[in-house]
């Protein structure tokens, strides 16, 4: 992998904008004059995991929000300002939480080192950890540990947007969107759908909310 300077980036970008342009001279300005995706994409941070080239999306089509390990956190204004706009006013059809195999997140969430400020954030990981510990003791070794962890995060994140009301209101007067969990494999680029969730998905009594 070649090493990329600030100046190259500029540079690429004046190319791509001239290629778009060639194609299609009105790209922009059809772009710039309407926000309509179908798709909310909450993923991990890792720059190894952009969200529009693997699933061949579109500037316009995905509407992205990315975190280290792909958390839904019911305290974090900034994923719930994001989930907010994407349901309410851009009407997406489907939210998408996507891991992959891997994940820094999982793997320090696994360890007892401390990374300081990170730690706070680790903890919801930890929390999954702890939760599913019997199945995760049954793994044959660390990597299998962390592979499965991978997968039940991205379960528990799936469940955790189904918490809020934001969804439970969308679901109960527009019935919709859906709700996918997803684990991408760096080893082979390839998307691995773990759960789908419909709209109206029938939540223990206490997380659901009767007066919205």
């Not at 090493?3 to 060639?22: F, G, M, P, Q, Y």
């Not at 579109?58 to 839904?72: K, M």
């Not at 999982?106 to 706070?120: C, D, E, P, Q, Y």
């Not at 660390?142 to 679901?171: F, G, H």
């Amino acid at each position: 992998m070649t090493s990329k300077t600030i100046e190259s980036l500029l540079a690429h970008n004046r190319a791509w904008a001239d290629r778009r342009v060639a194609e299609d001279p009105q790209f922009f300005r059809r772009l710039s004059a309407l926000q309509a995706p179908k798709f909310l994409w909450i993923g991990c941070s890792d720059s190894r995991v952009p969200a529009n080239e693997i699933t061949g999306t579109a500037p316009g089509e995905i509407f992205v929000h990315r975190n280290v390990a792909n958390l839904v956190v019911h305290t974090d204004i900034n994923l719930l300002s994001v989930l907010e706009y994407a349901v309410t006013q851009l009407k997406v059809e489907h939210v998408i939480v996507c891991g992959h195999y891997g994940c820094g997140g999982v793997l320090a969430a696994m360890r007892r080192t401390s990374f300081g400020v990170l730690n706070k954030w680790l903890r919801n990981i930890k929390d999954v950890y702890r939760l599913h510990e019997p199945a995760l003791a049954q793994c044959e070794d660390e990597a299998a540990r962390a592979r499965l962890l991978v997968e039940l995060n991205v379960r528990e994140q799936v469940l955790n947007l189904a918490k809020t009301s934001i969804l439970q209101k969308a679901w109960k007067y527009e019935h919709r969107p859906v709700l996918h969990g997803w684990v991408y494999g760096l080893e082979d680029g390839l998307l691995k759908p773990l759960i789908d969730m419909q709209p109206g998905h029938d939540l223990h009594p206490l997380y659901r909310y009767e007066d919205l």
